[in-house]
């Protein structure tokens, strides 16, 4: 588990945004991102622990990877949306 900061995230964006990889959701703070070129699939998981955030991936990187980037930013959206949505 790796803790996030703004600092490692943003390059992990980065390079997200140039391998530009299909993520899905597979439930809340749990993704599946594939590389499109070679197919390899790797799942990422994202926890908070007393408002620090941390992640995941059952790649080989041992920082935070670009798996973790592109899964971000579909979980602030998700995130977002879990906390705005009214009450049933
Ligand atoms: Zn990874």
Redesign the pocket.
């Known amino acids: 588990m790796i803790e996030i900061t703004s600092a490692n995230i943003e390059k992990a964006i980065n390079k997200a945004r140039q391998t530009k990889p299909f993520v899905k959701v597979i439930a809340f703070r749990r993704y599946s991102?594939t590389n499109k070129t070679t197919g390899a699939n790797?799942t990422?998981k994202f926890t908070k622990i007393n408002n620090r955030k941390f992640a995941e991936?059952?790649?080989k990187?041992t920082v935070v990877?670009?798996?973790?980037g592109a899964s971000i930013g579909a979980h602030i959206v998700l995130a977002e949306q879990m906390h705005t949505a009214p009450a049933a």
Do not use: K
């Open positions: 991102v790797y990422v991936c059952d790649c990187a990877c670009y798996h973790i």
